[in-house]
């Protein structure tokens, strides 16, 4: 009941703060790296400049949140073992393909984004930060929450490197708009971002190591 609650709650609240689509958004999917279209984004943050928002790696057949309590793992929707393998992908393909990082890493407290960015990319990368929490453990820190979202994906990168953001999926469409809802955002892709004073661009969705069947939780 408390769950159910929570997301009508939160889905009221969105209608009513949704922002227009940025530019660029209109029909976005996941392009797959190998394909022409993920290719093209692979080339573009090879120059660097760009923003990478990753969604936490895949959680299906996990226990859904309960607690929503950061630190309590046990009551929290976890990354699967297909997970932490996806995780592990990711982290390996981004450097085969000499995509460059800017350190450190950042991610939010819930452990399946933190763990997600921990395993791709090294416990030491990684930073983690309240501006990249969950919706629903923010509690009445959301305003503060999405603000630090915002802020986070229209600040420039050091030159020649990509910002890493580890985060969730409903922050990301509350602030961005209703163009990476449904199922344009799986579990373990990225949104491409080209931050700009006056609002991000989205170039596209990068799915650096897909799984099959994977992608969008039942919770």
């Known amino acids: 009941m408390r ?17 227009a689509a940025p530019a660029g958004a209109a029909g976005l999917r ?3 790296v190998g394909t022409p279209e993920g290719d093209a984004l692979v080339a573009r943050l090879r120059a660097g400049g760009l923003v ?19 630190g309590d793992r046990d009551g929290q929707r976890n990354i699967s073992t297909r ?7 990711i982290g390996t393909v981004l450097r085969d393909l000499a995509v ?4 450190p890493i950042l991610a939010g407290p819930v452990f399946r984004a933190r763990d997600t960015a921990e395993i791709a990319f090294g416990d030491d990368h990684v930073q983690v930060t309240d501006d990249l929490l969950a919706d629903d453990y923010a509690g009445g820190k959301l305003d503060q929450v999405l603000a630090g979202h915002r802020r986070l994906l229209a600040e420039a990168p050091p030159a020649g490197a ?3 953001l580890v985060g969730h999926r409903t922050p990301a469409i509350m602030v961005l708009g209703p163009a990476v809802g449904g199922d344009a955002l799986p579990e373990g892709a990225a949104l491409v971002i080209e ?25």
């Open 3 to 19: 769950a159910a609650l929570r997301r009508l709650l939160l889905a009221a609240l969105m209608l009513a703060t949704m922002p």
């Open 30 to 32: 996941a392009a797959v």
């Open 52 to 70: 990478l928002f990753f969604r936490h790696a895949d959680t299906i057949g996990m226990p859904c949140d309960r607690s929503f309590r950061i």
């Open 83 to 89: 997970g932490q393998e996806q995780a592990r992908r």
């Open 100 to 103: 460059p990082l800017a350190r």
């Open 162 to 164: 990509n910002r890493v």
């Open 195 to 219: 931050p700009a004073s006056d609002g991000p661009r989205i170039l596209g969705i990068l799915a650096a190591a897909p799984v099959a069947g994977g992608g969008f939780h039942g919770c």
